[in-house]
């Protein structure tokens, strides 16, 4: 069968082709469909598998592992800056291993497009000695995903696969080979020198066995992965190797600019065979190394070759990779005369649109009544999630990691007490990683605001549910379970409750010698199942407005626009939310459109 499927749609047919029957995630761009796909197909095709959307990385991580103890196939999901959070159990699994496969995906972003870092999950599976893999298109990603599985069981070894944005978001017509699943029984069978190895003898021992285990790997690399390439290589002056995305696009470069010139795909970048490969690399005048991000194959190779790449300034540090960068990197190592890809691009690019909440997010309302009451003398921290866009508001002051937000309060609480603090967390951030911060400066008297905007599920990255919709999770009854009884706002869309309500809260912070803690209960625009939008549409009476800008730059809805001067309402964008008919104006130019 031939599908035209994302990247993230090929790697969940391939968990399934690989008899993969249990799958934990928690939501994280690029990473998302994976397991929203694998929940889709297990349910269409009435497998007996489980998909789970976890509380954080970490949980996915250990549900998803214990099911491969058991002797299951499993997979957990998440984006790279999640594998710093599941880095504990990723660390010591490598030691203790599993019976059955265990592949551990995280998705990398090259070029910061939705993410804090562009760090390189490659990395960590070295760090931690477990195998990576690096996919370069929708296809590889499900090839890669079947041979992770296997690799990981044949070696009882957790294996790390790392797609990156252009591959989990690409599309590309994919053979997907037909299949029958097979779903197992898990078995745990008790070993407590393995699977409760304690420093320091049985856990040297396993340390011991894991590194000749990476050996075995790395002769597995050397003759199932790279060596039936060698037979295509024609004894060129120069050697391109070549991962991932790299591998892509340097073939298009080659093709385009007819060069004769051999080319080296690495489908496991670590653990690399690096003395098998010694002799074959010296016979060429030179090897660049082209990867995304860091120089990971190029750091290892570099002792026994002359090597171009990152360390030697010639190949892109940073960003992710485009024809141009690769032919730049061939322009600078002297194989190419002219780079023909610079300046070439699109004509009429429309101008850029700052991100900026949805019209009738009730985030904004929040934003803007809580820069009302505060003002400019405060600290906001705020958190990873769609209302990192109270940056529109200036309502936001930092964006570290998930939770950061509930920590760094605590921090400012004890480093600048001039000001008062209010800290915005989402309630999925929350239940992710905000609980352990908030118990913390509970129990060491932080003072500060902690305002939990509850719209109960994940809007960020594709309304994924949370533990209130799926199993009864109660914010406030966690809240209180820390030792703070919580503010709470039934959000009406009107501007005058939503400052009556920071007004108090004010008032409780003002006679507080610890967090106060404000839950907004709230609605997504595009969840269809809780959304309650009036159905009151704005138009802006021209006679009224002064022009002066501030529903701009305060209230920002992306359906306000610029007109002879003066705001007009974009009655495409306008959903009815009816919140600027409530106080956003000094003049009252808002009224209701009657449609």
């Excluded at 929203?36 to 959307?53: G, M, N, R």
């Excluded at 920071?502 to 969840?527: G, I, L, Q």
């Excluded at 009816?578 to 106080?583: F, W």
Aim: aromatic residues 8%.
């Amino acid at each position: 069968m031939k599908k035209a499927l994302l990247g993230n749609e090929a790697i969940a047919y391939g968990l399934l082709i690989a008899n993969v029957d249990v799958m934990a995630a928690y939501p994280g761009t690029p990473s998302s469909e994976i397991l929203e796909t694998y929940q889709k197909l297990i349910k269409k095709l009435d497998l007996p598998a489980v998909a789970e959307w976890s509380t954080n990385e970490k949980v996915a991580f250990e549900t998803a592992y214990a099911a491969a103890i058991t002797g299951k196939r499993a997979a957990c999901g998440m984006k790279m800056v999640g594998l710093n959070v599941a880095s504990d159990p990723l660390m010591s699994s490598a030691y203790i291993g599993n019976k059955g496969g265990f592949l551990v995906i995280s998705a990398d972003d090259p070029g910061f497009y939705s993410s804090q870092t562009e760090q390189d999950s490659r990395y960590f599976a070295k760090f931690a000695r477990i195998p990576a893999l690096d996919p370069t298109d929708p296809q590889d990603g499900l090839k890669l995903a079947i041979l992770g599985i296997e690799i990981s069981e044949k070696f009882e070894i957790p294996v790390l696969l790392r797609p990156v944005l252009r591959v989990c978001h690409g599309r590309q017509i994919v053979d997907i080979p037909d299949f029958e699943f097979k779903g197992r029984e898990g078995n745990f069978e008790r070993n407590i020198e393995r699977w409760a190895a304690v420093p320091r003898v049985p856990r040297l021992k396993q340390g011991i066995s894991l590194l000749a285990k990476l050996k075995e790997i790395e002769k597995f690399n050397y003759e199932s992965l790279i060596k039936p390439q060698l037979k295509k290589l024609k004894n060129t002056e120069n050697l391109i190797i070549a991962s991932g995305t790299s591998y892509g696009f340097a073939l298009e470069v080659i093709e385009d600019n007819n060069l004769d010139i051999d080319i080296i795909k690495i489908d496991m970048p670590t653990p690399l065979p690096v003395n098998l490969l010694k002799e074959l690399l010296s016979r060429y005048k030179q090897v660049i190394v082209f990867e995304e991000t860091y120089p990971l194959i190029e750091e290892q190779i570099a002792p026994v070759a002359n090597v171009k790449g990152k360390l030697t300034g010639d190949v892109f540090n940073i960003d992710e990779v485009t024809h141009e960068r690769i032919a730049e990197g061939l322009k600078n190592t002297g194989i190419l005369n002219k780079n023909i890809y610079t300046g070439k691009g699109f004509d009429d690019i429309p101008a850029p649109r700052k991100p900026a909440l949805c019209p009738g997010c009730p985030h904004r309302t929040v934003f803007y009544g809580m820069k009302k009451v505060f003002g400019n003398n405060a600290i906001y921290p705020s958190d990873i999630g769609c209302y990192t866009l109270g940056l529109n508001q200036k309502a936001v002051d930092t964006i570290l990691c998930m939770g950061a937000s509930a920590g760094l309060a605590g921090g400012f609480s004890i480093s600048d007490k001039s000001k008062p603090i209010i800290a915005t967390i989402g309630d999925s951030t929350f239940l992710h990683s905000g609980i352990h911060p908030l118990i913390n400066s509970i129990a060491n008297k932080h003072k500060y605001i902690l305002v939990i905007l509850d719209n109960s599920t994940v809007a960020m990255t594709g309304l994924q549910p949370t533990p209130e919709r799926t199993g009864g999770v109660s914010i406030e009854k966690v809240v209180e379970g820390c030792g703070v009884k919580p503010f709470i706002l039934q959000y009406d869309g009107k501007v005058e409750t939503t400052v009556d309500f920071f007004n108090k809260v004010k008032e409780a912070y003002k006679n507080s010698d610890t967090p106060v803690v404000a839950v907004v209960k709230e609605f997504c625009t595009f969840d269809k199942e809780n959304v309650k939008l009036p159905g009151k549409f704005a138009s802006v009476d021209p006679q009224k407005c002064t022009g002066c800008g501030y529903c701009m730059d305060t209230f920002g809805c992306p359906a306000f626009e610029w007109k002879d001067g003066k705001v007009t309402v974009n009655k495409y964008f306008c959903v009815g939310c009816g919140v600027c008919l409530s106080g956003v104006c000094p003049f009252n130019a808002f009224v209701e459109d009657k449609r």
